[in-house]
């Protein structure tokens, strides 16, 4: 038995540790949480119910490539003192930048209208009211609350709202799978034989490294640096060690937190779903019913809780990544740290992008179907934008000596490539 002072020093360590994560969780961890937005929770369900415990192994391989892509958007927010667009209006020519921006504002738009039908059609599978109804007033809701409410204000919330996912966690123990089989499965790789399960690589990878995440990961190191009052007249140069640390650990553990709630919806999919030979989801009650096993006749309450929740984080995320791409490339005034008179042309962005998703969900479509679909386009999208997150990154100038290491280049280097390669394998195979 140890002795009686070391057990109190490692107790005490522990707390430190984890006080001092509590005390750094930022812009990592809120952009690892939205990363869990209704558009991945329907694609990572789709993986499980078609291919059971299958595509395990990519929940492995996506957290270091994942969380090596937001480091190096949180290095360039960090050492610049600047969003993405800023630094890639510098590095680009103009026209790409605008091209961008634009398909960001698109894809983005849809991811919103995706996300609200979602929460919508779970939230009429609850009530039984029109799901309409609920689209124009969960738009209508996270519009308001985010132009009302300053950055430090809303950041207190939306940590915590990703927690109701941990029912995927308790769902996947219960069900109790094969786990040799799990094992095996999270551990060897299985090689993608046909268009559907490449679709399906392309989807996980575009809805775990999504373009939204960039732009709002290097954006929100700026807003979190103004809500603690270091924001100077004197133009950033630079970042600290510490400062550059207290990051690495925050965006390390919220990505971790974003793939290992990837590995349990696919888990308690496969356990419960595919396992009795329902592989095609196509509505929000059958992507209920995944919770049964945890919740039973209240697994609707549940799912519909959680994406809701869900929800409410990744939409302003969605469409504040697209307003702080405007008006970086523009050079308006911007910040969710401004009230809306002094930042109009950023917050029109904002709420164009709510208001156009609130639009699309009039027309006729499965909500299931078109968040699987959204996280194909972002797959398709990312590597092409990650070129030039890389070419910023790497620049010595622009990133006042403090470029991106190495082996955090070599990662995202092997990012594109393999977002690039799922992206060709899709039309080809």
């Given at each position: 038995?140890?002795?009686?002072?070391?057990?109190?020093?490692?107790?005490?360590?522990r707390k430190n540790i984890f006080k001092r994560l509590l005390r750094i969780a930022g812009p990592g961890v809120i952009t690892g949480a939205a990363d869990d937005d209704p558009s991945g929770i329907a694609t990572y369900s789709i993986a499980g119910a078609q291919l059971g415990t299958s595509l395990l192994w990519t929940s492995i391989v996506t957290w270091p490539l994942m969380g090596a892509v937001q480091m190096m958007c949180a290095r360039i927010g960090l050492v610049t003192g600047e969003g993405l667009a800023s630094g890639l209006r510098k590095k680009l020519p103009r026209w790409v930048c605008l091209v961008f921006v634009a398909a960001l504002l698109v894809v983005n738009t849809i991811n919103v209208g995706a996300?609200?039908?979602?929460?919508?059609?779970?939230?009429?599978?609850?009530?039984?009211?029109?799901?309409?109804?609920?689209?124009?007033?969960?738009?209508?809701?996270?519009?308001?609350?985010?132009?009302?409410?300053?950055?430090?204000?809303?950041?207190?919330?939306?940590?915590?709202?990703?927690?109701?996912?941990?029912?995927?966690?308790?769902?996947?123990?219960?069900?109790?799978?094969?786990?040799?089989?799990?094992?095996?499965?999270?551990?060897?790789?299985?090689?993608?034989?046909?268009?559907?399960?490449?679709?399906?690589?392309?989807?996980?990878?575009?809805?775990?490294?999504?373009?939204?995440?960039?732009?709002?990961?290097?954006?929100?190191?700026?807003?979190?640096?103004?809500?603690?009052?270091?924001?100077?007249?004197?133009?950033?140069?630079?970042?600290?060690?510490?400062?550059?640390?207290?990051?690495?650990?925050?965006?390390?553990?919220?990505?971790?937190?974003?793939?290992?709630?990837?590995?349990?919806?696919?888990?308690?999919?496969?356990?419960?779903?595919?396992?009795?030979?329902?592989?095609?989801?196509?509505?929000?009650?059958?992507?209920?019913?995944?919770?049964?096993?945890?919740?039973?006749?209240?697994?609707?309450?549940?799912?519909?809780?959680?994406?809701?929740?869900?929800?409410?984080?990744?939409?302003?995320?969605?469409?504040?990544?697209?307003?702080?791409?405007?008006?970086?490339?523009?050079?308006?005034?911007?910040?969710?740290?401004?009230?809306?008179?002094?930042?109009?042309?950023?917050?029109?962005?904002?709420?164009?992008?709510?208001?156009?998703?609130?639009?699309?969900?009039?027309?006729?479509?499965?909500?299931?179907?078109?968040?699987?679909?959204?996280?194909?386009?972002?797959?398709?999208?990312?590597?092409?934008?990650?070129?030039?997150?890389?070419?910023?990154?790497?620049?010595?100038?622009?990133?006042?000596?403090?470029?991106?290491?190495?082996?955090?280049?070599?990662?995202?280097?092997?990012?594109?490539?393999?977002?690039?390669?799922?992206?060709?394998?899709?039309?080809?195979?």
């Amino acid at each position: 038995m140890p002795p009686l002072h070391e057990a109190a020093d490692a107790k005490s360590t522990r707390k430190n540790i984890f006080k001092r994560l509590l005390r750094i969780a930022g812009p990592g961890v809120i952009t690892g949480a939205a990363d869990d937005d209704p558009s991945g929770i329907a694609t990572y369900s789709i993986a499980g119910a078609q291919l059971g415990t299958s595509l395990l192994w990519t929940s492995i391989v996506t957290w270091p490539l994942m969380g090596a892509v937001q480091m190096m958007c949180a290095r360039i927010g960090l050492v610049t003192g600047e969003g993405l667009a800023s630094g890639l209006r510098k590095k680009l020519p103009r026209w790409v930048c605008l091209v961008f921006v634009a398909a960001l504002l698109v894809v983005n738009t849809i991811n919103v209208g995706a996300d609200l039908a979602g929460m919508a059609d779970a939230a009429e599978l609850l009530t039984g009211w029109n799901s309409r109804f609920f689209v124009i007033g969960f738009g209508a809701i996270i519009a308001f609350v985010t132009v009302k409410f300053h950055y430090q204000q809303i950041a207190r919330v939306l940590k915590w709202l990703a927690l109701s996912l941990g029912a995927y966690v308790l769902t996947a123990f219960i069900a109790q799978p094969d786990w040799s089989g799990v094992l095996h499965d999270t551990l060897v790789p299985h090689w993608p034989a046909d268009r559907a399960t490449w679709s399906m690589i392309v989807a996980i990878l575009g809805t775990t490294i999504s373009p939204y995440l960039f732009f709002w990961q290097a954006s929100q190191e700026v807003e979190e640096e103004k809500s603690h009052g270091r924001r100077m007249l004197v133009k950033r140069t630079g970042a600290t060690a510490a400062e550059l640390l207290n990051r690495k650990l925050d965006v390390g553990f919220g990505t971790f937190f974003s793939n290992v709630v990837m590995f349990f919806v696919i888990l308690s999919c496969a356990a419960t779903l595919h396992r009795h030979g329902i592989t095609e989801i196509t509505t929000t009650k059958q992507a209920a019913e995944a919770l049964r096993p945890l919740a039973g006749p209240f697994a609707t309450l549940l799912y519909t809780l959680g994406l809701i929740g869900v929800g409410c984080l990744a939409i302003p995320t969605l469409a504040g990544s697209s307003a702080y791409a405007f008006a970086e490339t523009f050079n308006w005034r911007q910040g969710l740290d401004r009230e809306y008179p002094d930042a109009r042309k950023f917050y029109a962005v904002f709420l164009v992008s709510i208001l156009c998703g609130i639009v699309l969900d009039f027309l006729n479509f499965s909500p299931i179907r078109i968040l699987y679909w959204t996280a194909i386009i972002n797959g398709l999208l990312a590597p092409f934008l990650l070129v030039g997150i890389y070419l910023v990154a790497t620049d010595a100038k622009l990133m006042h000596r403090q470029p991106s290491s190495g082996l955090n280049r070599a990662v995202v280097l092997l990012t594109i490539i393999a977002m690039f390669g799922a992206g060709v394998a899709l039309f080809v195979v």
